[in-house]
C-alpha cells in the first residue's frame, strides 16, 4: 500500500509563501516521478510541477519562476516552494506519485492553499 501524506497548505497574502511537503511510504519502484497537481471545485485537475528521481522537472507556465519543486530521494520526499503567490493560485494542491515501471498512480489526499487578503 502506497501513501502520500502532504503538508505545509494553508492561508498567505497575495505575494507571500508556502512550502508545500509529501512523502511517499510503501512498496514502489525507483523509476518514478513525483509532483503537485491541483484543482479548483468544478474543474479538471492540472499539473502544477512534477520532477524525476535524477532531478528533471517540468512547470505549468502559469507558476514558472515562482514555484520550485524538488526532492529528497534518501526521504522520498517531494517538496514545493511556492513564491510571488497569488490569488488565482488558490486551490487544493494534491501530491502524486507515477510509478513507471508498475504503470501506477497515487495520490495524497489534497491540502489547502487558499491566497487571499
Known amino acids: 500500500q502506497v501513501q502520500l501524506v502532504e503538508s505545509g497548505g494553508g492561508l498567505v497574502q497575495p505575494g507571500g509563501s508556502l512550502r508545500l511537503s509529501c512523502q511517499a511510504s510503501g512498496i514502489f519502484s525507483g523509476i518514478n516521478v513525483m509532483g503537485w497537481y491541483r484543482q479548483a471545485p468544478g474543474k479538471e485537475r492540472e499539473l502544477v510541477a512534477n520532477?524525476?528521481?535524477?532531478?528533471?522537472?517540468n512547470y505549468a507556465d502559469s507558476v514558472k519562476g515562482r514555484f520550485t519543486i524538488s526532492r529528497d530521494n534518501a526521504k522520498m520526499t517531494v517538496y514545493l516552494e511556492m513564491n510571488s503567490l497569488k490569488p488565482e493560485d488558490t486551490d487544493v494542491y494534491y501530491c502524486h506519485l507515477r510509478d513507471l515501471l508498475q504503470a501506477r498512480t497515487y495520490w495524497g489526499l489534497g491540502t489547502q492553499v487558499t491566497v487571499s487578503s
Open positions: 520532477i524525476n528521481r535524477v532531478g528533471s522537472t
